[in-house]
């Protein structure tokens, strides 16, 4: 059963850092796609960053960071803790929602960027969901 659960999420002022982590199991993550997105009140979610095996060199690993969190955020994994890692620093106000973890297993000629994009018939690439960590950005 896949199961993934986030956690780190808190209260911070603008600029500070935080790190959230997605624990997975039921699955193998070194062979699975995993994606952070935000929802704020209101909002539509949004990808923030995704990771995925290279398709060409299985040994690499492909990233995908949303603009407004490039060169702030830092997406990784643990494979033996089987968590992948958000970190992310210089947090702004806009940063605020609820983050949550997604995993798919491994798709033909699917990259990070088509992970971290909807597909062209409506939805997401990702099929199992976390129950989400709130992070909150103070001015």
């Known amino acids: 059963q896949v199961q993934l659960v986030e956690s780190g999420g808190g209260l911070v002022q603008t600029g500070g850092s935080l790190t959230l982590s997605c624990a997975t199991s039921?699955?193998?993550?070194?062979?699975?796609?995993v994606g952070w997105f935000r929802q704020a009140p209101g909002r539509e979610r949004v990808a923030v960053s995704c990771i995925n095996m290279d398709g060409t060199d299985r040994l690499k690993i492909d990233t995908y960071y949303a603009d407004s969190v490039k060169d702030r955020f830092i997406i990784y994994r643990d494979d033996a803790k089987k968590t992948v890692y958000l970190q992310m620093h210089n947090l702004k106000p806009e940063d605020t929602g609820v983050y949550y973890c997604a995993a798919q297993p491994p798709l033909t000629y699917t990259s990070s960027f088509d992970y971290c994009h909807p597909k062209p018939e409506g939805g997401w690439f990702f099929d199992y969901w976390g129950r989400g960590t709130q992070v909150t950005v103070s001015s």
């Open positions: 039921g699955f193998q993550l070194h062979w699975w796609a």
